[in-house]
């Protein structure tokens, strides 16, 4: 069955680099587009970028300057990193698959940004 | 970017009413090649990930109970609950699936009396 499993640390320090994997299961990352949405605590959703099925990517472009999506399709893998993290940067990421709308979604999980 | 204006904020309801919920488009979200209106709603209950319910304006997903019907087309579309359950207390969302930067309402919060 398709799944979706975000990982990476709970806490960043500001200014610092988040890294998260999402390890995908039941499908292609050469089929299927993976997407990034991210929700701070007790608000709504951001859509952050995706890495499409031929390998291309896309950003919102308020994130753009900071954000990285890369992949690694042996390992069923899609990778975010952004830089100069902010406290307004906490919240839970969502990886996500696309097909049409977000039919799959990981768990998600939680980031702080806190010295 | 489309502006996604997603109302009310919040509603509580008892068990068993009708519930309505809106979303109004910045511009329409209908495509005319195919004349398919390219919103989708999802339900997020607390301390979940959300879940699709309903594609392309007024399509059931997979599994998602036949009291959830999505209408509307261009700007303005609406999600509509027949006879509310305890189970649907959640977070509700609509996004505009028809360009990017993908956007979303900023969603309104179910309550059960």
């Known amino acids: 069955q398709v799944q979706l499993k975000e990982s990476g640390p709970g806490l960043v320090q500001p200014s610092q680099t988040l890294s998260l994997t999402c390890t995908v299961s039941?499908?292609?990352?050469?089929?299927?587009?993976v997407h990034w949405v991210r929700q701070p605590p007790g608000k709504g959703l951001e859509w952050m970028g995706r890495?499409?099925?031929?390998?291309?990517?896309s950003y919102n472009s308020a994130l753009k300057s900071r954000l990285s999506i890369s992949r690694d399709t042996s390992k069923n893998q899609v990778f975010l990193k952004m830089n100069s993290l902010q406290t307004d940067d906490t919240g839970t990421y969502y990886c996500?698959?696309?097909?049409?709308?977000?039919?799959?979604w990981g768990q998600g999980v939680m980031v702080t940004v806190s010295s | 970017d489309i502006l996604i204006n997603q109302s009310p904020a919040s509603l509580t309801v008892s068990a068993g009413e009708k519930v309505t919920m809106s979303c109004k488009s910045s511009?329409?979200?209908?495509?005319?090649?195919?004349?398919?209106?390219?919103l989708a709603w999802y339900q997020q209950k607390p301390g979940q990930f959300p879940k699709l319910l309903i594609y392309?304006?007024?399509n059931r997903h997979t599994g998602v109970p036949d009291r959830f019907t999505g209408s509307g087309s261009g700007t303005d579309f609406t999600l509509t609950i027949s006879s509310v359950q305890a189970e649907d207390l959640a977070d509700y969302y609509c996004?505009?699936?028809?360009?990017?930067?993908?956007?979303f309402g900023s969603g309104t919060k179910l309550e059960i009396k």
């Open positions: 392309g304006a007024s």
């Open positions: 039941g499908f292609s990352l050469t089929s299927y587009n």
């Open positions: 996004e505009q699936t028809y360009s990017y930067p993908l956007t």
């Open positions: 511009q329409s979200l209908l495509y005319s090649e195919n004349n398919q209106d390219y």
């Open positions: 996500t698959r696309r097909a049409g709308p977000f039919d799959y």
């Open positions: 890495m499409r099925y031929n390998g291309d990517t």
